[in-house]
Every structure is written in C-alpha cells, then in structure tokens.
C-alpha cells in the first residue's frame, strides 16, 4: 500500500469518526429525553447526568397518556394533530401540483412575472403576516376552529410549488406533444401524465407539509385557542408544565417521545422519493 493510499484512507476514517461523533452530539438530547421518560418525575433532574434509568418507571406512559384532568386523553390529540395535518397536506399539494403544472407547461402572458411573484412570497417572514391574517380570520368568525390552518393550504404553497415546477420542468415535453397527437387535452395531460410522473415530488412536498403541521405550535396556539377538544400534540404537550404546580416531567418526556413517531415513521417509510424529490431531476430526455 504506497503513502497516498494510506493517507486516503486514514483521512476517510478521521472523516468517519468526526461525523459520527458530530451525530451523536446531536441525538443526544433526544437520547437524553426517551431515556428520562422512563424515570421517576422526581428523579429526572437530580439523575440528569445518568441517562440510565435506575429504577426502570414505565408509568409515565399511562399517566401521560391520560393527559391532564382526565377530560381528554393522548389519543384525541393525536387524533387532531394527524387531521389536521393530514388534510392541510393533501389541499396544499393538491393546489401546488396543479399551479406548478400552470407554470410549467402553461403558455399565457405574465407567467414569469406571476412565478417571479411566488419566488417572491418566500421572503416573506411569517411574522410580517401573522397580524394581518389574524384580523381576517376573525372577521371571517374562523377563530377557534381549524379552518384558519386548513383552508389557506388549498391555495397552494409557495415552496411546494417551486419544487414541484422544477420538477415538472424535467419531464420531456415531447411525452406532452404524444399525448396531444393521441387527443389528450390539457387537463388530461395533467392527471394522465404529469401527475403519475411527479410522485417523487408530491411525495416529498406532502412529507414536508406533514411534519412541518404535524410539529406546529404557534398556529393552533393562534387559532384554535382555549377549546381543549381542538387541541393537537404540540398543544397538549403544554398541559404539564404547569408553573402554578409541579411539572410532570416524566409524563412530558414520554408523550414527546411518542409525537416523534408518526414523523419518524413517515419519514423511513418515504426516504427514497425524499432524495429522489428534493433532486427535482424529473425525467432526461
């Protein structure tokens, strides 16, 4: 083996080592977290530098579960959380993949300058508008329900609607040209064409959408507001730290834990039109 070969490959194990040590920086506060769910809520501060649970409490599952004053458990939260995020999801995919297909295959004055504006929205804090929509909404009588989170989704989403168009933008327009020649109209060639042909994109646009609803909390916190009923994960969660008593850090940690797994899940289950969304390659001619 000459000296550069060697060099090489201690370089690529220092490479190695440096990233897993850098990821294990990373998770362990979510280490950290799952661990202490299994301790007593009295032990978990004054054990904070054991992540070992001695003894093993299994109780903050159930307790947690059964949420705070027993009124409504996990499951409506849970519940909520995944109708909520699940329907804005499909609305603003649905929205975004149709006006993505206006960009990219439509041929009418001003859509450049329309795209350049919905570029444009992206630099838009959020902040700047959460006033201004929250006086809407309330004039609209929307406050204390979920339409002020769902209803906007079906008007599309700005990012969603970049990455669906430069995806979109891949695909050969000669599959489009066939499909006139065979009599397809323009709408036709949407749903027969450019829809199965973007999955990976729609894929990925609804996985971001999921998540980024699914974690949530200053919008139900906007919104939906004191109706309890309503309330998704994120909300919920808020139910333990009580600073007018003590805090059932224990119970906290767990349902913490467990509001990880859908997106986890998803996100596992999904990784492969993930990678193959966010390349927006499309299809080579």
């Not at 054990?47 to 599952?61: E, K, R, V």
């Given at each position: 083996m000459t000296a550069l070969a060697t060099t090489k490959k201690v370089r690529k194990i220092l490479g190695h080592i440096i990233v897993i040590a850098i990821g294990l920086i990373m998770i362990y506060p979510l280490v950290w977290m799952v661990m202490s769910s299994f301790k007593n809520s009295g032990l978990v501060f004054e054990?904070?530098?054991?992540?070992?649970?001695?003894?093993?409490?299994?109780?903050?599952?159930r307790t947690g579960w059964q949420g705070i004053g027993g009124r409504y458990t996990f499951t409506t939260f849970f519940l909520n959380s995944a109708f909520y995020a699940g329907l804005a999801s499909i609305g603003v995919v649905a929205s975004s993949s149709l006006i993505a297909y206006s960009f990219s295959r439509g041929k009418y004055k001003g859509r450049k300058l329309l795209f350049g504006i919905m570029i444009g929205t992206l630099l838009i804090p959020a902040q700047v508008l959460m006033i201004p929509q929250y006086l809407w909404f309330h004039w609209l009588g929307w406050v204390g329900s979920y339409l002020p989170l769902i209803v906007p989704a079906f008007f599309g989403g700005g990012f969603f609607i970049f990455l669906i168009t430069n995806f979109m933008n891949g695909i050969p327009q000669e599959l489009d040209e066939a499909a006139r020649i065979d009599g397809c109209s323009f709408a036709k060639i949407y749903l027969k064409i450019m829809l199965p042909l973007s999955v990976p994109a729609l894929i990925t646009s609804a996985l971001f959408s999921f998540i980024w609803r699914w974690d949530d909390f200053l919008g139900p916190l906007l919104y939906i507001q004191g109706r309890q009923s309503y309330f998704p994960v994120t909300l919920a969660l808020r139910f333990f730290a009580d600073p007018a008593a003590d805090t059932d850090w224990g119970a906290m940690f767990a349902m913490s834990g467990l509001s990880l797994l859908p997106s986890v899940v998803i996100f596992i289950l999904f990784q492969k039109y993930l990678v193959e969304g966010i390349s927006t390659s499309g299809l080579k001619a």
């Open positions: 054990t904070a530098g054991s992540l070992w649970p001695d003894p093993w409490d299994f109780t903050n599952y």
